[in-house]
């Protein structure tokens, strides 16, 4: 574009001085000199009746061309562009015709508009390409896609999309896809893991009733001790194996998201007190200390709570010493009503704290099974006192002791919580 105004205005300044020239004539004399004599620009001088007065062609080269407005011509191998001017001298009116040469204007724009068309060409192609190109990679991501989540069963869960395939456009598609398969493969996992752990648990109980059936079956008849050790140690085993089952259901349940919590306002102050009562009466070889702020009020599931606070202290007492002291308080903490279970038993070791709550696992599974453990109660706690909206805290040293600290949310009733 800028070439050919480049060309438009070199054309124009061309002839302008001789244009000029003409018009400052005065006289049709000195017009026809003009036109006659000048170099610079071809023109022609008519008269009204179109016959040629002067022209600035010599009379060997060309045939001067009489026009009405506008025109184009080929003169030797040239184009020009003609157009007629008209002038006033003397009275007289004539007409000049001016002769532009735009050969080199013409060149110009056919390169010009040639390459453009190429460019428009090679521009259509490259996009045309690129595109198929993006939509077959687009596909080829669908495809695997569409073709792994087919193939998908529990034997294969480790198929993931080759993320280094995919544009940029798809790599979201392929990366959340595969951070889902980490997530179902990992769920899988865990559920596999709980399933094994469970068999593995449930094993055992049965096996040493097993065992004594068998051992009754030879001597019980006769052997009053054996029939008493054996009915002793199947009552012992078979109690073991319900509370595991019923462990394992409520694990189940709520994984299953169908366990139901009854939910009502309580008294928690009264609950601590039931439950230091009740440990005082069925534990005699430890000293229970107590502290419990009166008249503190909860919302929940009071089973439940009463349920997994239980198993805090059970643990407590199961992991100190006998006649050592645990310590059951109940107060308020800003807004949350705190239960603190404290001992000075064994304890726990630093790299072990985060597992605690995992679950089958035990700090030492050969030592705490004796006691009855099977790893499940402080998963079971923690899934209470979450679904409660409240948290745990531990802190322990080996050798000097454990202590759990329960937050439960306070969450006033509207009449309560704006009294005067
Ligand atoms: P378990 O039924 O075996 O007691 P838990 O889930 O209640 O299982 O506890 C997990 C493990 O944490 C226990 O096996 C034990 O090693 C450790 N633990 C829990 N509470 C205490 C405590 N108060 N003192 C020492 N160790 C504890």
Do not use: C
């Amino acid at each position: 574009m800028f070439v050919l105004g480049v060309t438009v205005f070199s054309i124009y300044n061309e002839s302008k001085p001789s244009l000029d020239a003409i018009d400052r004539q005065t006289t049709a004399e000195g017009l026809i000199d003009k036109v006659n004599s000048i170099n610079e620009a071809r023109v022609t001088l008519i008269n009204s009746q179109g016959e040629i007065l002067a022209s600035s062609f010599r009379p060997d080269t060309i045939e001067p061309k009489i026009i009405e407005y506008v025109d184009v011509q080929v003169i030797n191998n040239r184009v020009y562009f003609l157009y007629k001017k008209g002038l006033f001298v003397e009275n007289l009116s004539l007409g000049l015709i001016v002769y532009n040469d735009i050969t080199i204007l013409l060149i110009e724009i056919t390169v010009i508009g040639t390459l453009a068309i190429l460019l428009f060409a090679v521009s259509t192609l490259t996009i045309y390409l690129r595109g198929s190109y993006l939509t077959r990679k687009a596909f080829g991501v669908l495809d695997e896609l569409t073709e792994k989540a087919n193939n998908i069963s529990s034997q294969n869960l480790n198929l993931r999309l080759n993320v280094n395939d995919s544009t940029d456009e798809l790599i979201e598609i392929a990366l959340t896809f595969n951070r889902m398969m980490d997530r179902i493969e990992k769920a899988y996992e865990k559920q596999n893991q709980f399933v094994s752990d469970a068999s593995h648990e449930l094993r055992t109980p049965i096996s040493v009733i097993q065992g004594y059936a068998r051992m009754l079956d030879r001597w019980g008849k006769d052997d009053k001790d054996i029939l008493q050790e054996s009915i002793q140690a199947i009552k012992k085993e078979s109690e073991n194996m319900q509370d595991l089952v019923e462990k394992l259901l409520f694990i189940a349940r709520n994984d299953k998201d169908t366990l139901v919590l009854v939910k009502g306002r309580f008294n928690m102050s009264e609950l601590i007190g039931e439950l230091i009562r009740e440990t005082i009466l069925l534990e005699t070889n430890h000293n229970i200390e107590s502290h419990v702020e009166p008249e503190i009020m909860l919302d929940g599931d009071r089973d439940r709570i009463k349920q997994a606070l239980r198993i805090f202290v059970d643990n407590a007492l199961k992991y100190t010493e006998t006649g050592k002291i645990i310590t059951i308080k109940l107060t308020i903490e800003d807004n949350y009503a705190v239960v603190t279970v404290r001992d000075n038993g064994i304890g726990i070791p630093e790299e072990q704290l985060p597992n605690i709550f995992d679950r089958f696992f035990r700090v030492d599974a050969s030592r705490e099974r004796d006691k009855g453990g099977h790893g499940l109660g402080l998963s079971i706690a923690r899934i209470i006192v979450l679904r409660h909206g409240g948290r745990i805290k531990v802190a322990s040293k080996p050798g000097e002791g454990t202590r759990f600290k329960i937050y439960f949310p306070i969450d006033l009733p509207p009449s309560t919580s704006h009294s005067e």
